[in-house]
T-cell receptor, first 113, second 111 residues
Framework: QKEVEQNSGPLSVPEGAIASLNCTYS??????FFWYRQYSGKSPELIMS????GDKEDGRFTAQLNKASQYVSLLIRDSQPSDSATYLC?????????????FGKGTLLTVNP | SQTIHQWPATLVQPVGSPLSLECTVE??????LYWYRQAAGRGLQLLFY??????ISSEVPQNLSASRPQDRQFILSSKKLLLSDSGFYLC??????????FGSGTRLTVV
């Protein structure tokens, strides 16, 4: 069964700290990886995409990918209360002749003022 | 720019009643379209996806169906709702291997 797994959480960090969110995936041929943020009662919002090994930075967010270890992470620097949300890891996994985005169950992050 | 519209936002339906949720995309042609469901405390589950008009693939056997009568229109239906159909239904679109963009979702409660 191909799947995406995340820290069960919840994760609680103080304001200004670094939040680290982790994700592993089982399909070795996956080529594209995404992080979504979902506020309570809202739909998921794409915040980061990464396709190559290494780090990708966008503002306070850094995505890290290690295909050999089948591991992808998201770091949030200088965490703000507005970052409090569920973070979903998503991986494009091949099923038959098509790729479909498969989501982890999400990690709930709370940033305390 | 591309936009995705989904309606209604909230729906309360009795068990055994029919269902029709609609999703439309603007600003792009021939998008890949998806229906996901997010049940309380659970992750996003892919229900259906479509790569073109009348081309629908079902991921999970259930009493739901999907149709794509036009290039940018995707409809989720049921003839008779079950209590277990309650959840947050999300339509999404993509092109190629890019990330998906979600609509605002429909919260369905079956009573």
């Amino acid at each position: 069964q191909k799947e995406v797994e995340q820290n069960s959480g919840p994760l609680s960090v103080p304001e200004g700290a670094i939040a680290s969110l982790n994700c592993t995936y089982s399909d070795r041929v996956s080529q594209s990886f995404f992080w979504y943020r979902q506020y309570s009662g809202k739909s998921p919002e794409l915040i980061m995409s990464i396709y190559s090994n290494g780090d990708k930075e966008d503002g306070r967010f850094t995505a890290q990918l290690n295909k050999a270890s089948q591991y992808v992470s998201l770091l949030i620097r200088d965490s703000q209360p507005s970052d409090s949300a569920t973070y979903l890891c998503a991986v494009n996994i091949r099923g038959g002749s098509n790729y479909k985005l498969t989501f982890g169950k999400g990690t709930l992050l709370t940033v305390n003022p | 720019s591309q936009t995705i519209h989904q309606w209604p936002a909230t729906l309360v339906q009795p068990v055994g009643s029919p269902l029709s949720l609609e999703c439309t995309v603007e600003g792009t042609s021939n998008p890949n379209l998806y229906w996901y469901r997010q049940a309380a405390g659970r992750g996003l589950q892919l229900l259906f996806y479509s790569i073109g008009i009348d081309q629908i693939s079902s991921e999970v056997p259930q009493n739901l169906s999907a149709s794509r009568p036009q290039d940018r229109q995707f409809i989720l239906s049921s003839k008779k709702l079950l209590l277990s159909d309650s959840g947050f239904y999300l339509c999404a679109w993509s092109s190629g291997l890019s990330g998906y963009t979600f609509g605002s979702g429909t919260r369905l409660t079956v009573v």
